[in-house]
């Protein structure tokens, strides 16, 4: 039986919703440009490794980030390089355009690698990606396992990959793939910090969308969609027409977060221990823009007694 989340608490909302961060394809910087004065300075924004892109587009994408006041993270595919060479042409590239600080390494979607790197632990133990100024290396994490891999090889990776990023004296930060279901998310964060990783964990979340949209992604990632977890993020399988947002994950999350011992869970995401916010942005940077604002708004307002209320 689902645990019934605490009553949404305003505060641990605004709290979680700080210093989100976001994710664009090579194909978004038209969206990036039209969505840029709604964005924070500053906002962490991921480029993606896709079959779809080229070197240049994702360049130019991680460019244009950085350009309009942004700090981009591009990925780094392991199984998408084709050789050292390449790896080394990218990161360069990416050094000339001040986008090589913060990298997302990525095992790849490939069955087998089309280069010389099995997984993300490669790139991370290559010694490679200091040579090309990267300071911080973000992980993957999977709350609900991912369709090609198991969970221990999965678990080990993660604690592998922390490992190697503390000996390489690299900052590591998790993000996890999206979800609908925050026990799931809960369990793995905690299970995660009773291994002893203290690195800061963004927890995936869907931007606003249409509902076949994410149901589609949601299939396509192996990420739990049943009808008892849809209706709880709010949205019903009999309906699939219409949009839905993130609004009760976002809250249910950060209620329950902020219910544990004080100074855990709702530290900033840029420090040990935190948990923030990473959206994937299906619908889009913009309408994901939008949906933060309406949502800091709704949560924000004082009620009679002129305070930020609770609940
Ligand atoms: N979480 C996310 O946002 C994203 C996840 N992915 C996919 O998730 C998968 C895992 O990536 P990481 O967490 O970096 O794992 P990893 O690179 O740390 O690898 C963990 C283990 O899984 C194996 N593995 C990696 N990719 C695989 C694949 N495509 N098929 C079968 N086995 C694979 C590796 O050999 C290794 O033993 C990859 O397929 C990656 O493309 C891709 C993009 C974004
Ligand atoms: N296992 C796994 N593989 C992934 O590739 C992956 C995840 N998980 N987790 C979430 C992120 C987000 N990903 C994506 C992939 C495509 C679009 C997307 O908008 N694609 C456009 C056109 C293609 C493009 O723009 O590149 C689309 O309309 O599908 C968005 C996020 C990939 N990601």
């Known amino acids: 039986m689902a645990r019934s989340a605490p009553a949404p608490n305003r505060q641990a909302s605004l709290d979680l919703i700080e210093g989100y961060s976001l994710e664009m394809t090579g194909k978004d ?18 480029v993606t490794f896709l079959g779809n892109e080229d070197l240049d587009m994702r360049v130019a994408a991680a460019k244009a980030v950085r350009e309009h006041g942004f700090v981009p993270v591009p990925h780094l595919s392991a199984r998408r390089l084709k050789s050292q060479a390449e790896l080394e042409e990218f990161l360069g590239r990416l050094q000339e355009v001040g986008a090589s600080e913060q990298v997302f390494t990525i095992g790849g979607d490939p069955a087998t690698p089309e280069g010389p790197y099995e997984d993300s632990l490669a790139l991370i133990t290559s010694g490679v990606l200091q040579r090309y100024g990267v300071r911080e290396v973000g992980i993957g994490g999977y709350p609900e396992g991912h369709p090609d891999i198991s969970t221990d090889t999965l678990t080990g990776a993660v604690r592998d990959k922390a490992a190697a990023l503390r000996e390489a004296g690299l900052d590591a930060l998790v993000i996890t793939q999206f979800a609908f279901d925050i026990d799931p998310v809960l369990a793995w964060i905690d299970a995660l910090r009773s291994a002893g ?22 299939r396509r990632f192996g990420v739990g969609a049943n009808a008892m977890i849809v209706k709880k993020y709010g949205f019903s399988l009999t309906n699939l027409m219409g949009e839905a947002g993130p609004d009760r994950f976002v809250d249910d999350l950060a209620a329950t977060l902020a219910e544990r011992t004080p100074g855990t869970g709702l530290d900033h995401p840029d420090k040990p221990g935190g948990v923030g916010l990473h959206f994937y942005t299906f619908g889009g940077l913009g309408a994901t823009a939008d949906w933060v604002h309406r949502f800091r708004a709704e949560r924000s307002t004082t009620d009679a007694a002129g305070t930020a209320g609770q609940g």
Do not use: C, Q, W
């Open 29 to 46: 910087v038209p969206s990036l440009i039209e969505a840029k004065d709604r964005i924070p300075a500053g906002t962490r924004i991921n």
């Open 197 to 218: 990783i203290d690195a800061p964990v963004r927890v995936g979340t869907p931007g606003p969308a249409g509902i076949k949209r994410l149901l589609g992604f949601a």
